[in-house]
């Protein structure tokens, strides 16, 4: 059975019709497959659209140039003081810093929190190891 034997195939009678049957088959295939794209296929878009979205293009290119422009004026503002006054200034960056130090410590003393359990949970479980051995 692992070669052909083209003789005894050529001996097997066809049925009649059946290439006949074959091909209407074959057709009504393509005619579904026909049948989906034309479904599928995508419509072109309607001239409203067309022109809104040409129109959302150059609005967003002059949008774009427009900052690219403005942006050697914003540039210009950042390198200013905003405290014409250093003893407002030193005591804005020392309320800061007193703000920032005063969170740190908070989380510092979380932090502390979490490690006097984690060592009581250390100590715990190797007292039980220990106790196992």
């Not at 097997?12 to 026909?34: A, T, Y």
Request: charged content about 30%; aromatic content about 6%; hydrophobic content about 40%.
């Amino acid at each position: 059975m692992d070669e052909l034997n083209f003789e005894a195939l050529e001996k097997i009678p066809i049925p009649e019709g059946l290439e006949q049957r074959l091909s209407n088959k074959i057709d009504e295939w393509e005619q579904e497959e026909k049948k989906k794209k034309a479904v599928t296929r995508r419509l072109p878009l309607p001239r409203v659209l067309r022109y809104t979205a040409a129109a959302a293009c150059v609005a967003l290119v002059f949008g774009v140039g427009y900052h690219i422009l403005s942006q050697e004026k914003y540039t210009n503002l950042a390198e200013q003081d905003t405290y014409q006054d250093p003893v407002v200034a030193q005591q804005e960056a020392e309320r800061a810093l007193l703000l920032l130090a005063a969170n740190l410590n908070k989380g510092m003393g979380q932090l502390e929190k979490a490690k006097v359990l984690s060592d009581k949970a250390e100590n715990t479980l190797n007292e039980r190891l220990k106790v196992m051995k």
